[in-house]
């Protein structure tokens, strides 16, 4: 059973940087989908990264592309989501998932498709003000 615990979340003055961290546990394969989503009050739940973890596929929203950068650690057990010059539009629950079943291809196409990952960790809230 994979089990995903994400922390970092916090409160930041606009312009400024976050690190958000998912620890990832129960996975039997080493290369699989993951993906960060994110979720405002009052707004459908929005994909911001899909990455295969060997790296071969990194995808990124328009609306954080260029800002906002994955990587994860040797071991892929935890899984990273620095996010910089952050704004007011950024505030929101932030998720990771995984789909430990998946091949890469498909994987950035996940980005808007949250019912492909088959496992959430509960969320870390990121509040930009």
């Known amino acids: 059973h994979v089990q995903l615990v994400e922390s970092g979340g916090g409160l930041v003055q606009p312009g400024g940087s976050l690190r958000l961290s998912c620890v990832v546990s129960?996975?039997?394969?080493?290369?699989?989908?993951v993906g960060w989503f994110r979720q405002a009050p009052g707004k459908e739940r929005e994909g911001v990264a899909a990455?295969?973890?060997?790296?071969?596929?990194?995808y990124y929203s328009d609306s954080v592309k260029g800002r906002f950068t994955y990587s994860q650690d040797p071991g892929k057990t935890t899984l990273y989501l620095q996010m910089n010059s952050l704004k007011p539009e950024d505030t929101g629950m932030y998720y990771c998932?995984?789909?430990?079943?998946?091949?890469?291809?498909?994987?950035?196409?996940?980005?808007?498709?949250?019912?492909?990952?088959?496992?959430w960790g509960q969320g870390t809230q990121v509040t930009v003000s």
């Open positions: 998932a995984a789909d430990p079943a998946s091949a890469s291809f498909p994987c950035p196409g996940y980005i808007e498709r949250p019912t492909e990952y088959d496992y």
């Open positions: 129960g996975a039997r394969k080493s290369r699989y989908c």
């Open positions: 990455i295969f973890t060997d790296g071969t596929r990194t």
